[in-house]
């Protein structure tokens, strides 16, 4: 009876506190299994990105980190399903570019806020996007498509792994600088998008490392460029964008673990340490890189931080370039 009374008393002190009554003792996380929901279909970057994570994290914790794929709606679906999640530590979120900077200004009807409903625990990677065109495409190089697209405008296709992502953006950014009209397709997740590339579908994909490099190598696409700021160690032999003649252009795809908004600080800091721990390990570095992807981690304040900076960033995208859900 007293050992009942002393628990009851417990859980009491944990409401009062507003704590949810799980993770009282940050200590003692997690005594069960824990979901990483992933907003997009298996195979993709940020998917990869998730299992490789979460099976570390099993091994370091010794509970089960498993990924749960909720594609959908530029990745809103898996979003909105952790935001409303109990802020336990028990469902978390790897987040793409899309769902924790683009979508807020994407979409006008959207039910979360990234910086209200999510806490940070850390940047998890970054993957390179490459654009890439389909074999029979009358173009050698980025001024090529360039001219190809002014010339018949409105006529190429191309798709992404979903509205609000990267790939999307970067399309829309690309339509912007280039002044030229190309019409979006988006699809849930990236290889869905090379599929259609590859079978002429599609003119061209700005695709994840992850999904581009290996039908690069089997000469089923073309490459042209990467949309990052400098060369990428995946294919060193591309240009940037902005050496290719679009001075500025920058879309960097990047992927971060969060938590619904009111986890408390220290499973929050707990988690940080485990995922920092993890994405610090040799292993888990070269799984990654051998997809395409680095390794990014820090601190939940600098990940905070750098949403912002993101979300301002491709507020000003998608005011210029007039991109739209459909």
Known sequence: MRIATSMLRCFALASLCGLPVAVANAADYPARSVRVVVGAVAGGGVDITGRVVAAKLSEQIGQQFFVDNRPGAGGNVGSEFVAKSPPDGYTLLMGTIAVLAINPSLYK???????????????????????????????????????????????????????????????????SMARV??????????????????????????ATAVVAVPQMQAGKVKALAVTIAKRSA?????????????????????????????????????????????????????????????????????????????????????????????
């Open 181 to 206: 009209k190309l019409v979006h397709v988006p699809y849930k997740g990236g290889p869905p998008s090379m599929i259609d590339l590859i079978a002429g579908r599609l003119q061209l994909v700005f």
């Open 109 to 175: 009807d959207l039910a979360i806020d990234p910086v209200r409903d999510f806490a940070p625990v850390s940047r998890a990677a970054d993957s390179t996007n490459i654009l890439v065109v389909h074999p029979a495409l009358p173009v050698k190089n980025v001024g090529d498509l360039i001219a190809l697209a002014r010339s018949r405008p409105g006529d190429l296709v191309y798709g992404s792994s979903g509205v609000g992502t990267a790939g999307h953006l970067s399309g829309e950014l690309f339509s």
């Open 234 to 326: 995946f294919a060193p032999a591309l240009t940037t964008m902005a050496e290719a003649g679009l001075p500025g252009f920058e879309a960097n795809n990047w992927y971060g673990l969060v938590a619904p908004a009111k986890t408390p600080p220290e499973l929050v800091a707990r988690l940080n340490r485990e995922v920092v721990l993890a994405l610090n390990s040799a292993d888990v570095r070269e799984s990654l890189f051998k997809q395409g992807i680095e390794a990014a981690p820090g601190t939940p304040e600098e990940f905070g931080a750098y949403m912002k900076s993101e979300i301002a960033k491709w507020r000003r995208v998608v005011q210029v370039s007039g991109a739209t859900p459909n």
